[in-house]
């Protein structure tokens, strides 16, 4: 019997050489994507960014913002062709590890109430609803809120 060894996923931090792998994979996903200068000012200003890899390919990515015990995950994204397979859960899985080694007790998120998707994926790793900001995101007829989640980690 022989065994097949699949590479690892691997979490490491995003540099500037992803990045145009990074936005490909934003403006598909994305009816509103990040721009460039987004990511490029994430990375400057010391955010954590990570890629999340798997022999040499870019899975997804993700971008949180730490201010001393609390962090912010800004973008959590998967590409499309390897959408529900279970990719999203790992990262944001590894994503919270991360924060909870750097000593982050609490972790905030927003989301469109218009993505199903990402409202299914954080109820089932426990994230709930704390709050509203109204008119946050762009949207295709005008505006749209942004529901904020939070997890103690
Ligand atoms: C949201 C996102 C990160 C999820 O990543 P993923 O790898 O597809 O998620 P998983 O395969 O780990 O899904 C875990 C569970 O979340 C839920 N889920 C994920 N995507 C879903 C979708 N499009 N519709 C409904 N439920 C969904 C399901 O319950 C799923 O379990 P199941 O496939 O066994 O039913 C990914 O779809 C993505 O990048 N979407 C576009 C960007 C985005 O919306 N990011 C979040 C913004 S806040």
Redesign the pocket.
């Known amino acids: 019997m022989s065994a097949i060894l699949k590479p690892a996923m691997e979490l490491l931090p995003m540099t500037e050489a992803d990045l145009t792998a990074v936005m490909a994979?934003e403006s598909e996903?994305?009816a509103f994507p990040w721009t460039l200068g987004n990511f490029r000012d994430s990375i400057a200003a010391g955010y954590s960014c990570w890629t999340y890899t798997c022999g040499g390919e870019l899975?997804?990515y993700g971008v949180v913002m730490h201010a001393a015990d609390e962090a912010h995950?800004l973008?959590?994204?998967?590409?499309?062709v390897?959408?529900?397979?279970?990719?999203?859960?790992?990262?944001?899985q590894r994503l919270c590890e991360q924060a909870r080694g750097r000593g982050t007790r609490l972790m905030f998120?927003?989301?469109?109430p218009s993505?199903?998707?990402?409202?299914?994926?954080?109820a089932?790793h426990g994230f709930e609803h704390v709050g509203l900001r109204r008119d946050y995101y762009p949207a295709p007829q005008g505006r749209e809120d942004a529901m904020i989640f939070s997890l103690p980690l």
Do not use: C, D, H, K
Not at 75 to 80: D, F
Not at 109 to 112: I, K
């Open positions: 994979i996903i994305y899975f997804g995950l973008n959590l994204s998967i590409a499309a390897r959408q529900r397979q279970g990719y999203g859960s790992l990262l944001l998120l927003e989301v469109r993505n199903p998707g990402g409202l299914r994926l954080y089932l």
